[in-house]
């Protein structure tokens, strides 16, 4: 009985991340670039499974320039992620102890290039907006036909010890091994 419940659980779960991310095209529309983005990550967020010995801090290092994605992501403080409110720190000047997750915004990215490389050692999901980031990163945003996709570096996921779950790369634009 234990088992079905946390089936079922999981199966919930799945579903509400397929309506939040097959409900990006239709808002990328409505809403602005950026703050479809951010909620692109929230979702992220919520379906990355981490190891068990990253600790239980929600917080996300944000490397922007635009003020409209500056304020995009101050929205998502306090958001539940995993039962816990997520801290978002934007601009930090080095990668904040017990993060989860660093987006990086294209015209940021030169200044977050020490962010990025102190990532990559770690359990830290990297998310990026500029082109061709999954070669540097393990999750990139593009526009496709004026909607807002998601290209994955499975290869980068797995050797920072984390994991999407099937559903999610399934909605994915490109999944790189």
Known sequence: AAFLTRAMRLARRHLLLLAGLAGVRARAQ????AVVKARLVLNLLRFTQWPAASGDARLLGV???????????????GQNVAGKPLHVVLNPATLPAGCRALYVEADAERSAAALLA???????????DGDG?????????????????????????RANQLSLPSQVLRLAQTVRE
């Open 133 to 157: 980031f999954i070669g540097r990163g393990m999750v990139g945003l593009v526009n496709v036909n004026d909607a807002i996709r998601f290209e994955v570096n499975l290869a980068r996921l």
């Open 118 to 128: 102190a990532a990559t050692a770690l359990p830290v999901l990297t998310v990026g």
């Open 30 to 33: 409505s809403s602005s670039e």
């Open 63 to 77: 490397a922007v320039r635009s003020e409209s994605q500056r304020d995009a992501f101050a929205e998502l403080e």
